[in-house]
């Protein structure tokens, strides 16, 4: 429903012959009629009212919102397409819900010529504002503006929160379990990537106090008797990033795997790794119910506005205004831009040596999302890699993997994966934040469990698999 900009993938309204409307209504079950009939009138006047509208309904008028072009012909075409083919008897409203979804994301992925450089510049500079976007993106505010509020309105472009962990007496660990039997999970662990094969693999992003690290330590090392290793590593918070490269307004997200090929060949200059800091000793800063709630709202999003906190977290205006001022200003919480594009489902994790890294980088970075990282293993201070993760087009993995396996010598650091499924959240503070005692609520027996690996990965998701791990 919204407008083309330059570059633009608007569809031009067809209208379907009176005799095939007929045929297809008759198809549709009365609630898939109503949802035809719903998509049909928000397009032609922008707002309706529907009695006890419920969770299906506001995501619809959603999709509806940030479609471009007419979904309603795309969608009645489709419709007619499947039922010519015959034998179709009844068409239910979870089948045309189905259709719809599959239809957005297909348009919401295909990125205009101007939001590809406002994407980019958003991952580079998450906390500026409209104008200073518009300047590096290169283009006019009015167009920075469009941009903004389709990637927003689509949900293909988040501003969200990312905790100070330091500055909190907090750190962030990767937990990685070879074969288990047993996967780690609890309320500090925010994050799982599962690898399959014959020699399946568990990552685990957890937020934990600084000063319980060899605690942590000693829980991971109770898993080492079902498992084929366990290993804790620190882990950066990494960046994410954004490419335009691949990607063509009407076309969509194609990879030209011989350029991909021809840049690993470059090479380039080692990645310098930081040093880990030592566990910090000091206690954090003492928080009130009402700063937990206000830190867990702008985690979450921090596009909301002082009174949408208000309503979220029912405090009083005074204080969300106050608090989310002092939060921004001192630095506890970070702007951090987060990207799903769905059409972008495959995922590749690459473990590397920093010469390696570098190696692969002038190719790595022309990848349509990326986010990188690094790891030091906390019992082995010298083990330290690279981490790499990526989105790529749905069925393109199994290539990017092959080439790159083709173009890494056998001798080199070097290990990647094609992470077939996850689970990602927001660590949230009034969950973690022990206000009686003013510290970090840590009890090995209530913030940690042991489940089955069968059991955990059954939960995972194969579809918007995290990707950035902060």
Not at 264 to 278: A, E, F, N, Q, Y
Request: net charge neutral.
């Amino acid at each position: 429903m919204t407008q083309s900009d330059t570059g633009g993938t608007a569809q031009e309204d067809t209208s379907m012959p009176a005799e095939d409307k007929v045929k297809l209504q008759k198809k549709l079950s009365p609630s898939a009629q109503a949802i035809l009939r719903f998509v049909q009138l928000f397009e032609e006047k922008g707002e309706i009212d529907v009695f006890q509208e419920d969770a299906e309904f506001k995501r619809l008028r959603q999709i509806v919102l940030s479609y471009r072009g007419s979904l309603y012909s795309l969608l009645e075409r489709r419709l007619q397409e499947v039922i010519d083919l015959g034998g179709v008897e009844i068409i239910t409203q979870r089948d045309i819900m189905s259709l719809i979804v599959q239809l957005w994301e297909d348009n919401i992925s295909k990125l205009t010529k101007t939001e590809v450089p406002y994407l980019e510049a958003t991952l580079k500079y998450p906390g500026d504002s409209l104008n200073p976007l518009s300047k590096w993106a290169g283009m006019s505010y009015a167009q920075a503006r469009r941009a903004q509020k389709r990637l927003s309105d689509s949900e293909v472009l988040k501003i969200g929160g990312m905790l100070n962990l330091e500055q909190l007496g907090l750190e962030r660990v990767l937990i990685i379990l070879e074969s288990p039997s047993l996967v780690l999970s609890g309320p500090y662990c925010q994050t799982m990537l599962f690898i399959d094969g014959h020699s399946p693999r568990v990552l685990i992003v957890a937020i934990v106090p600084s000063n319980k690290r060899e605690d942590l330590l000693d829980t991971v090392r109770s898993f080492r008797n079902t498992t084929t290793n366990a290993s804790v590593y620190n882990l950066s918070p990494g960046k994410p990033s954004f490419s335009g490269l691949y990607s063509d307004p009407k076309k969509g997200w194609n990879l030209d795997l011989l350029h991909f090929r021809l840049m690993l060949r470059k090479g380039g200059d080692p990645i310098t790794l930081s040093d880990v800091p030592p566990p910090s000793l000091s206690e954090p800063t003492k928080f009130t119910y009402s700063e937990t709630r206000v830190m867990d709202a702008m985690t979450e999003s921090l596009d909301r506005t002082a009174q949408e906190i208000v309503a979220a977290t029912k405090l009083s205006p005074s204080t969300v205004f106050r608090k989310r001022a002092q939060f921004l200003s001192n630095g506890t919480i970070l702007p951090r831009a987060r990207v799903n594009i769905p059409a972008l489902n495959d995922r590749l994790l690459l473990l590397l040596s920093p010469e390696v890294g570098g190696n692969i980088s002038p190719a790595w970075q022309n990848l349509p999302l990326t986010y990188s990282s690094h790891i030091t293993n906390l019992e082995d201070k010298s083990e330290r890699k690279v981490l790499l993760l990526s989105a790529l087009p749905t069925g393109s993995g199994s290539s990017v993997l092959d080439i790159l396996n083709d173009e890494t010598s056998k001798i080199d650091d070097y290990s990647a994966w094609s992470v077939a499924a996850g689970i990602g959240g927001l660590t949230k503070v009034s969950n973690l934040y022990d206000r009686r005692k003013n510290s970090w609520a840590w009890d090995v027996s209530r913030h940690f469990d042991a489940i089955g690996y069968s059991a955990a990965r059954h939960e995972a998701s194969s579809s918007n698999t995290p990707l950035d791990l902060a």
